[in-house]
């Protein structure tokens, strides 16, 4: 495992192309239209971010996301192309704070700042064992 400072700066973009996984279906009316949802954005790009760092650390360790602020400027339908960034803008002890933004050609659909904490796989296999018991 790379020490995680070395982490800030680095930055990845990735297009995708938005499915229904992402689908607003909180309301039935509104469903019709095929919007996606906030959530469904972020997991793009909690989802870049995880496949950023996750090759820098070792097989024992586990990156998850445990803080979001997030800003959903405009709708965006399911089945568009969007480009997902993120870049890394600080480390600070286990947890890695990133700033990303979903952009549909030249209009900003979401944009967000979260912290994933890097933690090890075998702590949270012991939390699974002891709220399962």
């Not at 239209?33 to 997991?43: D, I, Q, W």
């Not at 909690?46 to 070792?58: E, G, K, M, R, W």
């Not at 700042?113 to 064992?129: A, D, I, M, Q, T």
Request: overall charge neutral.
């Amino acid at each position: 495992m790379i020490s995680l400072e070395q982490l800030v700066g680095k930055s990845q973009t990735v297009e995708v192309k938005i499915d229904e996984s992402c689908l607003w279906n909180e309301d039935q009316e509104m469903s019709l239209f095929h919007f996606a949802s906030t959530s469904g954005l972020c997991a793009l790009l909690f989802h870049v971010a995880f496949n950023l760092i996750q090759p820098f650390l070792d097989e024992n360790i586990v990156n998850v996301v445990v803080e979001a602020n997030v800003r959903h400027l405009n709708p965006v339908k399911v089945g568009e192309v969007v480009a997902a960034g993120i870049r890394v803008v600080d480390v600070s002890g286990n947890r890695i704070k990133f700033r990303g933004i979903i952009m549909k050609g030249e209009t900003k659909i979401l944009e967000a700042e979260f912290v994933r904490c890097v933690v090890s796989r075998n702590y949270l296999r012991r939390l699974s064992v002891e709220k399962t018991s």
